[in-house]
């Protein structure tokens, strides 16, 4: 990427900082640069001494371990490349819209993180045949849900902690992890909606229950219905989905040969297909995917397009999965906006 024409990300709140990547310029062949990662955080940014980092493992465990950053980079170390998208990527294209923030199709990028693979740290302290969930707990915390002052903390079942990519990140894109992403150490979850890769990791406790904090039962739920909790389930592994990036919404354009382009991911399997319509929805044509990072990794795709008519197209795109999952044409509305996956949609003016 030229940084002559450089892209900005693009703020929707300043405190806490929450800003999109600019996704429809970057490219997806390499790791997304620090300065146009997307952000998203909770609270302001937790002050923090980077000398003299520990991270304890406690709760049921055979020993309650304190791991201090110095001993963490002799571990054997695993590089993992992948998506990471906030759950409430594209709320703003629900309809009826939901509250929190309107992001668009940029609460999304994807990162080259190496650390240590939980596991490997678990088995040094050693699992409790009792212990049923993993919770992380961070260094940033504030006031937003509840009365008291609250950390950001989520929690895994022991499966997927136990994942050998799931890892405590100490770096990222080769050099130490950026304050914003997460410094000094960072849990990161492939596959998983974003919430799961807690940043600014302080503390991991095994627990013998379900963890009950408010970023695991009340936000992260998909409520189908508006005034009711009914049928409510966890959010967990990110839906099939996809985004074109060129060329833009309500762009013009003349006739010609035109290259469609964009990227396709999922939380679940690999992606199998990306289908491209140019007709709005009556013929559908398989577009060509291209090498990815890796299994965990955006998919770029591209398809050729020969137009020879005037007039307005609409051009939709839809992934499918190796799980057998398929965008769909409206995406599963739910009270708190998340997991958006409707068919993506431009129009483009041919003159
Ligand atoms: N400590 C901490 N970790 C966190 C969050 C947070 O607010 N605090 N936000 C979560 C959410 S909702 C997302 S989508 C990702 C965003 O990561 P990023 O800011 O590096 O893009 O971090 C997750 N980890
Ligand atoms: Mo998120």
Redesign the pocket.
């Known amino acids: 990427m030229s940084h002559l024409n450089k892209p900005y990300l693009i703020t929707r709140s300043l405190s806490?900082e929450n800003q999109e990547t600019p996704i429809h310029f970057l490219e997806h062949f390499t790791p997304t640069p620090p300065d146009y990662?997307?952000?998203?955080?909770?609270?302001n940014y937790?002050p923090l001494k980077e000398d003299n980092y520990i991270l304890s493992i406690k709760g049921e465990v055979g020993s309650v371990s304190t791991f201090h950053i110095n001993d963490l980079i002799h571990f054997p170390l695993r590089t993992v490349k992948n998506v990471?998208?906030?759950?409430?990527?594209k709320r703003s294209f629900f309809s009826p819209k939901t509250y929190g923030e309107q992001w668009e199709a940029g609460?999304i990028?994807q990162?080259a993180w190496t650390g240590i693979s939980l596991n490997n740290m678990l088995k040094i302290t050693g699992i409790r045949s009792s212990a049923k969930e993993v919770v992380f707990e961070?260094?940033?915390n504030g006031k937003e849900k509840n009365k008291q002052n609250l950390?950001?903390c989520?929690s895994l079942p022991l499966s997927k902690a136990l994942h050998e990519d799931t890892i405590v990140a100490l770096f990222y894109n080769g050099t130490p992890i950026p304050y914003?992403?997460?410094a000094p150490l960072?849990?990161i979850v492939p596959h998983w909606?974003?919430?799961?890769?807690?940043?600014?990791?302080k503390s991991i406790t095994l627990i013998n229950h379900s963890f009950q904090g408010p970023?695991q039962t009340e936000d992260?739920v998909y409520y189908p219905n508006k005034y009711n909790d009914e049928n409510a389930s966890f959010v967990t592994s990110m839906n099939v989905n996809t985004i074109i990036q060129k060329p833009l919404d309500y762009s013009t354009s003349s006739k010609g040969t035109h290259c469609i382009s964009g990227i396709a991911w999922t939380g679940l399997g690999r992606i199998k297909n990306v289908y491209i319509s140019t007709d709005d929805g009556q013929s559908w044509n398989k577009a060509t995917l291209h090498q990815a990072l890796s299994k965990y990794a955006f998919v770029p795709w591209s398809y050729v397009w020969e137009v020879n008519d005037t007039g307005e197209y609409t051009i939709l795109c839809k992934g499918e999965d190796t799980a057998g999952r398929i965008q769909p044409d409206k995406a599963y509305w739910n009270r708190k906006g998340y997991g958006y996956n409707a068919v993506y949609k431009v129009k483009v003016k041919i003159e």
């Open positions: 806490p990662f997307y952000i998203r955080n909770h609270f937790p990471l998208e906030c759950a409430g990527n609460a990028s990162g961070a260094h940033d950390p950001y989520r914003k992403q997460g960072r849990l909606y974003g919430m799961a890769s807690v940043k600014w990791l970023y992260y």
